[in-house]
Structure formats: structure tokens, C-alpha cells
């Protein structure tokens, strides 16, 4: 059984910067795609990153491009999101998930697993 387990969140002011981990195990993390996904209150899920099996392609919502990195250590079994000049409008539970692909995806549905989420809050 594939597990997902995020950390990092918090609250911080608008303009910080958290850094948010996910821990994978249960099947081989190298060979999948890996994305993050945020839901703020009272609105759907939505796409914040993704990036390939080995790293080399990354794709970003407009939202968040310029501001957020993803990032993967294999040998760790971790993928990261790096994410500065936070605003208030990035306050949301961010999922991180595994694809069934190698390739980056956009959609929901283009991801099996799940973890619990972790809390980001951007204060003023």
C-alpha cells in the first residue's frame, strides 16, 4: 500500500516562505510522476505543481509559477515544495500525490495516491 505523508505546513505572514515535504513509500517511488494540489475552503481541488519521475520536467498553475519549486530526492523517496513570496490567497490544505505515470500531469484524476494534506496559512 502506497502511503503519502506530508509536513511543513504552518502559518506565516504574506511574503514568507514554507517549504513542504512528502515522504513516500510502499512502491517505487522513482518511476513515477509527483504532483501538489491545493483545496482551499469552500473550493475544489486544484493543480499548484508536478514534476516528471527523474525531476528534469516540472510544469506550475500560473498562479504559482515564479514563486513555488518543485523539487524530488529519489534516494529519499521525498518531493518537496519550495514556496516563497506566499500571498493570502495560497491559504489552503496542499495534497501532495503520485501519478500513474512518469510523465507530469495537470488533472486529478491523473493521480492514484493521496496523502492527508498538510495546512498552509498566509497571514496579513
Known amino acids: 500500500q502506497v502511503q503519502l505523508v506530508e509536513s511543513g505546513g504552518g502559518l506565516v505572514q504574506a511574503g514568507g516562505s514554507l517549504r513542504l515535504s512528502c515522504a513516500a513509500s510502499?512502491?517505487?517511488?522513482?518511476?513515477?510522476?509527483m504532483g501538489w494540489f491545493r483545496q482551499a475552503p469552500g473550493k475544489e481541488r486544484e493543480f499548484v505543481a508536478a514534476?516528471?519521475?527523474?525531476?528534469?520536467?516540472?510544469y506550475y498553475a500560473d498562479s504559482v509559477k515564479g514563486r513555488f519549486t518543485i523539487s524530488r530526492d529519489n534516494a529519499k523517496n521525498t518531493v518537496y515544495l519550495q514556496m516563497n513570496s506566499l500571498k493570502l490567497e495560497d491559504t489552503a490544505v496542499y495534497y501532495c500525490?503520485?501519478?500513474?505515470?512518469?510523465?507530469?500531469?495537470?488533472?486529478?484524476?491523473?493521480?492514484?495516491?493521496w496523502g492527508q494534506g498538510t495546512q498552509v496559512t498566509v497571514s496579513s
Open positions: 500525490a503520485q501519478s500513474s505515470a512518469v510523465v507530469a500531469g495537470h488533472r486529478t484524476y491523473e493521480y492514484k495516491y
Open positions: 514534476l516528471s519521475w527523474s525531476g528534469g520536467s516540472t
Open positions: 510502499g512502491r517505487t517511488f522513482s518511476s513515477y510522476a
